[in-house]
């Protein structure tokens, strides 16, 4: 099973006769954590949806676990940008568990050795990101770090070989932040499966990363972090200077983006001014 | 007055016949109703019941065929006006597009309602409902319609389950959302044109919403809420009817109450 997890070469997705970005090539290789980086609308999530094949290629070719694009969603663990549920979601955790493991399938589930053979398996995916204390609880009712990890709990349970984390920490304070990345490197390394998560800040999982996707300019370059963050490489794929700086503790801070700056922030909870 | 009494008469038989194949599948399908809160649809939906029913009895048709006819005309065309693939479901829109079907299907309704005056003694029990004079037929009918439609949504039960909750994760695990949303309002539509004969055209909430909602206070497993609303279902219509067999006010009115009171119940033991 040496195949790449996903290979991108010269894609190009269009969405409503305009080009969301051309001439993206990449490779994540099985086991390795990618971080998929950009300014908001650069098309980060285009990429997950292309992966999934829930959107064409207009241009180029791609694979995805040795397979088209959309042809291995079975073996991928698909989690969207989102979506918190409100109050009023009437449903457990464990059921939404559940729903990612079989849910697709038509007719009632029955009792007997499958039901039981589910049951643990969403059992261990529910442990596996510690979420078993409230795992039977309404999800409503829950936090947004503790819905986050059910829903990576929803994309584990099929034991998928590729994680598609769009924005999972977006919604998260910083402690939780951190935590959720730590989970997700974790299960990327001790379970080899591939994860590309999509982020607004590479600070707080920027120790655990192989590989960067980097999106600006209507395209994106992929390398190792600290080949791609680098004034050098940003400032060709924006077209304009930008400057990489590093603080004394090795967070990267990007300076000079055209729009709102995509990486930012800090690490530790105090000072921090994020504007979200 | 005494309880086998109800069971003397074959017009009561089959009221209850037809009131329990209407309950199990009102509470049923109203179940994944609430869940989808497309309440507002089935809203709907139950007003275009009436034109459909006043419609048929101008035509000289049996009143059943109305209200299938018109429920699974209406679904066809919820679900072309909110079809947009759900992706960006836009619901103010939506809201807006059905809110405007509804109002023209209602006043459709007393269009064909005027144009027969025949039909002016019927106006009450196409609105609030009436067991009386259901026949073998309609019976038979609605024993078919019922087979069907749980059968239809016992097959999709999960699939429609993940699509409601969790859209975007069931889209890419290959679920067909977009054709479950569409299959799921032509299922709604006979169960509100089913309920409508019982409860009539106004009334059909009392066991499409008010069952799950209160079920759904009581639980949040799945499994357990959705057999809860069918016995809530089935409880009110088999107490209704009974209360309305020996009383000179529509069942609609009983049946309604006592969803309504284990409701307020539910809430304030929660």
Same mark, same amino acid.
């Given at each position: 099973?040496?195949?790449?997890?996903?290979?991108?070469?010269?894609?190009?997705?269009?969405?409503? $006769?305009?080009?969301?970005?051309?001439?993206?090539?990449?490779?994540?290789?099985?086991?390795?954590?990618?971080?998929?980086?950009?300014?908001?609308?650069?098309?980060?999530?285009?990429? =997950?949806?292309?992966?999934? $094949?829930?959107?064409?290629?207009?241009? $180029?070719?791609?694979?995805?676990?040795?397979?088209?694009?959309?042809?291995?969603? &079975?073996? =991928?663990?698909?989690?969207?940008q989102?979506?918190?549920?409100?109050?009023?979601?009437?449903?457990?955790?464990?059921?939404?568990?559940?729903?990612?493991?079989?849910?697709?399938?038509?007719? =009632?589930?029955?009792p007997?050795?499958?039901?039981a053979?589910?049951?643990? &398996?969403?059992?261990?995916?529910?442990?596996?990101?510690?979420?078993?204390?409230?795992?039977? &609880?309404?999800?409503?009712?829950?936090?947004?770090?503790?819905? %986050?990890?059910?829903?990576?709990? %929803?994309?584990?349970?099929?034991?998928?070989?590729?994680?598609?984390?769009?924005?999972?920490?977006?919604?998260?304070?910083?402690?939780? %932040?951190?935590?959720?990345?730590?989970?997700?490197?974790?299960?990327?390394?001790?379970?080899?499966?591939?994860?590309?998560?999509?982020?607004?800040?590479?600070?707080?999982?920027?120790?655990?990363?192989?590989?960067?996707?980097?999106?600006?300019?209507?395209?994106?370059?992929?390398?190792?972090?600290?080949?791609?963050?680098?004034?050098?490489?940003?400032? &060709?794929?924006?077209?304009?200077?930008?400057?990489?700086?590093?603080?004394?503790?090795?967070?990267?801070?990007?300076?000079?983006?055209?729009?709102?700056?995509? =990486?930012?922030?800090?690490?530790?909870?105090?000072?921090?001014?994020?504007a979200? | 007055?005494?309880?086998?009494?109800?069971?003397?008469?074959?017009?009561?038989?089959?009221?209850l016949?037809?009131?329990?194949?209407?309950?199990?599948?009102?509470?049923?399908?109203?179940?994944?109703?609430?869940?989808?809160?497309?309440?507002?649809?089935?809203?709907?939906?139950?007003?275009?019941a009436?034109?459909?029913?006043?419609?048929?009895?101008?035509?000289?048709?049996?009143?059943?065929?109305?209200?299938?006819?018109?429920?699974?005309? *209406?679904?066809?065309?919820?679900?072309?006006?909110s079809?947009?693939?759900?992706?960006?479901?836009? +619901?103010?829109?939506?809201?807006?597009?059905?809110?405007?079907?509804?109002?023209?299907?209602? #006043?459709?309704?007393?269009?064909?309602?005027?144009?027969?005056?025949?039909?002016?003694?019927?106006?009450?029990?196409?609105? @609030?409902?009436?067991f009386?004079?259901?026949?073998?037929?309609?019976? +038979?009918?609605?024993?078919?319609?019922?087979?069907?439609?749980?059968?239809?949504?016992?097959?999709?039960?999960?699939?429609?389950?993940?699509?409601?909750?969790?859209?975007?994760?069931?889209?890419?695990?290959?679920?067909?959302?977009?054709?479950?949303?569409?299959?799921?309002?032509?299922l709604? #539509?006979?169960?509100?044109?089913? !309920?409508?004969?019982?409860?009539?055209?106004?009334?059909? @909430?009392?066991l499409?919403? !008010?069952?799950?909602?209160?079920?759904r206070?009581?639980?949040?497993?799945?499994?357990?809420?959705?057999?809860?609303?069918?016995?809530?279902?089935?409880?009110?219509?088999?107490?209704?009817?009974?209360?309305?067999?020996?009383?000179?006010?529509p069942?609609? @009115?009983?049946? !309604?109450?006592?969803?309504? *009171?284990?409701?307020?119940?539910?809430?304030?033991?929660?």
């Amino acid at each position: 099973m040496n195949e790449e997890a996903v290979r991108l070469s010269h894609a190009e997705v269009r969405l409503g $006769g305009r080009a969301i970005w051309s001439d993206v090539s990449l490779c994540i290789r099985p086991g390795e954590f990618a971080a998929v980086l950009g300014s908001n609308g650069a098309g980060k999530s285009t990429l =997950i949806k292309a992966i999934l $094949g829930l959107l064409p290629l207009s241009a $180029g070719s791609g694979t995805v676990l040795g397979r088209p694009l959309g042809e291995a969603n &079975r073996l =991928i663990g698909y989690l969207p940008q989102r979506r918190s549920f409100d109050a009023a979601a009437r449903i457990r955790g464990v059921d939404l568990v559940r729903l990612g493991l079989d849910g697709a399938r038509w007719g =009632i589930p029955l009792p007997g050795r499958a039901s039981a053979e589910a049951r643990r &398996r969403v059992d261990e995916s529910i442990e596996l990101v510690g979420a078993a204390g409230y795992a039977e &609880r309404a999800i409503g009712q829950l936090s947004g770090g503790e819905q %986050q990890r059910l829903l990576i709990a %929803q994309a584990l349970v099929r034991h998928p070989r590729l994680l598609l984390l769009d924005e999972p920490l977006d919604s998260l304070d910083l402690p939780n %932040q951190v935590t959720v990345a730590a989970l997700v490197q974790r299960i990327c390394r001790d379970q080899g499966v591939a994860v590309m998560l999509v982020a607004h800040d590479v600070n707080p999982i920027l120790p655990y990363l192989d590989r960067v996707v980097y999106f600006a300019g209507r395209t994106a370059v992929e390398g190792a972090p600290r080949e791609v963050i680098t004034s050098e490489t940003l400032s &060709r794929l924006y077209s304009a200077p930008i400057e990489v700086l590093e603080t004394s503790d090795g967070r990267l801070v990007v300076v000079g983006t055209p729009e709102a700056p995509a =990486i930012h922030g800090d690490r530790h909870a105090h000072g921090h001014d994020h504007a979200h | 007055m005494h309880i086998d009494e109800l069971f003397q008469f074959h017009f009561m038989t089959n009221a209850l016949i037809a009131g329990t194949l209407v309950a199990v599948m009102a509470s049923a399908i109203g179940w994944f109703m609430v869940v989808r809160q497309q309440t507002f649809a089935g809203h709907t939906l139950s007003l275009v019941a009436f034109p459909g029913a006043a419609a048929a009895a101008l035509a000289g048709a049996p009143v059943f065929v109305g209200y299938f006819a018109a429920c699974a005309a *209406g679904a066809l065309a919820l679900s072309a006006v909110s079809s947009g693939d759900g992706h960006a479901r836009s +619901l103010g829109h939506e809201s807006a597009a059905i809110g405007s079907v509804q109002a023209f299907a209602l #006043g459709l309704g007393f269009l064909f309602v005027s144009l027969y005056h025949g039909l002016l003694n019927g106006l009450d029990s196409l609105l @609030f409902g009436t067991f009386l004079g259901i026949t073998d037929d309609q019976v +038979l009918v609605l024993l078919g319609i019922a087979v069907l439609a749980l059968g239809t949504l016992a097959a999709i039960a999960r699939p429609l389950l993940f699509a409601s909750v969790d859209a975007d994760v069931a889209r890419a695990s290959g679920v067909p959302v977009a054709a479950l949303s569409a299959g799921f309002l032509l299922l709604l #539509g006979l169960a509100v044109a089913a !309920t409508s004969q019982i409860t009539g055209a106004l009334l059909v @909430f009392a066991l499409l919403v !008010t069952p799950a909602a209160t079920a759904r206070l009581i639980t949040s497993r799945p499994g357990l809420s959705l057999a809860l609303s069918v016995a809530i279902g089935l409880v009110v219509t088999w107490v209704g009817l009974a209360i309305a067999y020996f009383s000179i006010y529509p069942v609609g @009115f009983y049946v !309604t109450s006592l969803a309504f *009171g284990l409701y307020v119940l539910a809430r304030v033991l929660r």
